[in-house]
């Protein structure tokens, strides 16, 4: 009887076991490769989180939404030229193709944080939620910086 529910207790434990080897893959398809949120002066309430995602699934997915608790609301911005001004324009989501690199930089697109609810400090980490249209989710602590670290290739047009 005692082998009985010992044995019984191996199959549990190697049924979750299987379940997490099934499931683990599916959440890690989107991978952080690196990414800061730019530093601002305190007197300034909003700022920008650059970041590169690489999907290592197979499948197209689309980042839809972004939350942070660090600031009132979070956009997905991208930049677009416009009679001839550069701008910031809101858009829905950013699509992220299977082993692609989906990468946000001060030249474009960008995670506006508007309305921080404290100023930063350079080397604090940043929480974020990424969301996508498949369900994952993606926590992710972006460090504080002064300068914005892939920003070598400013956009003059
Ligand atoms: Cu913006």
């Keep these: 009887m005692e082998f ?6 191996i199959k549990q434990v190697f049924a979750a076991f299987c ?7 599916a959440l890690a398809d989107i991978a952080l490769l690196d990414g800061h949120v730019r530093a601002m002066p305190p007197s300034v309430p909003n700022t920008a989180a650059y970041f590169r995602l690489a ?10 939404n972004v939350t942070s608790t660090a600031a009132k609301d979070t956009q997905i911005h991208t930049i ?37 609810t404290e100023p930063l400090v350079i080397g604090q980490q940043v929480p974020l939620q990424l969301q996508f249209d ?24």
């Design 4 to 9: 009985m529910t010992l044995s019984l207790k």
């Design 80 to 116: 677009i030229e416009q009679d001839g001004l550069v701008k910031m324009k809101r858009i829905s989501g950013l699509d992220l193709m299977p082993s692609e690199t989906l990468v946000l930089n001060a030249g474009g697109d960008h995670i506006m944080l508007l309305g921080l």
């Design 55 to 64: 999907n290592q699934g197979d499948k197209p997915v689309r980042l839809i």
């Design 134 to 157: 498949d369900g994952q989710q993606l926590d992710i602590l972006l460090p504080v910086t002064a300068i914005a670290v892939d920003d070598g290739h400013q956009h003059h047009h």
């Design 19 to 25: 379940i997490s080897l099934f499931t683990l893959p």
